[in-house]
């Protein structure tokens, strides 16, 4: 919810075009939720929330126009992994409608949001399957979305904001398992990069608040791994190439100043 939060402000607060349209979110916060931000303007306005706002938006932007591309050279399966709140799948651009769509999370997570959806009057396109998935116990085989999805085409995996939060062990379980999939396959994925724990740290940030991370990679250690995992090619968008594609003339969120989107093809 608080990552649905982010990004209602991002539609209240920052120019546009904006980095991400998502009008489901405003939604799902509530009426009370979007007066809370218009209200308390200024706690979205400071340099740590525009950065975080920035890295929201943009991770979700660069996965949907990267699932955009992949949709037309023929891949026609999508894996949203650790979903959260995510909305992509209930805003579908007409590009999409004919993808087969499903959303893994946590049975938690997921049920509430499912309650969440109905609540706003929102229903789940056809196209669309929810599956309950604990990544700490349960392996992310496309066998468990079978028969709604076809484990022998190659499929796009999106895996944003989750994978800090998982056991270094659980994220390698992951990589190996994605790169088990058709040739073709790939995986989109924000990671935590390595930092010092300052206070003011992201890292410090989320254990203070009851989220630590358990995993944080640079982009060499992250390389050697995908390699190792089975991957045969793999690119991040750097900051150079972030600004470059989405943040020229905006002066109202950050360009990233750190490469944390990286894409994984099988």
């Not at 709140?85 to 087969?100: C, S």
Request: proline residues 7%.
């Amino acid at each position: 919810m608080g990552v649905a939060v982010i990004r209602t402000a991002h539609q209240l607060l920052d120019d546009k075009p904006l980095l991400l349209e998502d009008p489901i979110s405003p939604l799902l916060i509530g009426d009370e939720g979007v007066r809370e931000i218009l209200d308390k303007a200024e706690k979205h306005s400071t340099t740590t929330a525009r950065g975080l706002r920035s890295h929201v938006a943009l991770r979700s932007r660069y996965t949907e126009d990267e699932l955009c591309l992949a949709s037309q050279s023929g891949i026609g399966q999508f894996v949203n992994l650790g979903a959260g709140y995510d909305t992509f799948a209930f805003r579908q651009p007409d590009w999409a409608l004919g993808l087969r769509i499903v959303e893994m999370d946590h049975p938690a997570t997921q049920s509430a949001k499912r309650d969440a959806i109905e609540k706003i009057g929102i229903q789940t396109p056809q196209n669309v399957a929810l599956i309950p998935l604990d990544l700490e116990k349960d392996t992310c085989s496309l066998a468990v979305a079978a028969p709604f999805l076809d484990p022998s085409l190659p499929t796009f995996v999106a895996c944003l904001g989750v994978l800090a939060y998982l056991r270094p062990e659980t994220v390698d379980g992951v990589f190996h398992s994605v790169a088990k999939m058709p040739k073709g396959s790939r995986l989109l994925f924000a990671f935590a990069p390595i930092e010092t724990n300052s206070p003011s740290c992201a890292a410090s940030r989320a254990a203070a608040q009851g989220e630590p991370w358990f995993t944080r990679l640079d982009v060499d250690e992250l390389k050697d791994k995908l390699v190792i995992s089975g991957f045969r090619v793999a690119t991040f968008l750097d900051p150079v190439q972030a600004n470059e594609r989405y943040y020229k003339g905006r002066h109202d969120l950050p360009a990233p100043r750190k490469t944390r989107l990286c894409q994984a093809v099988v």
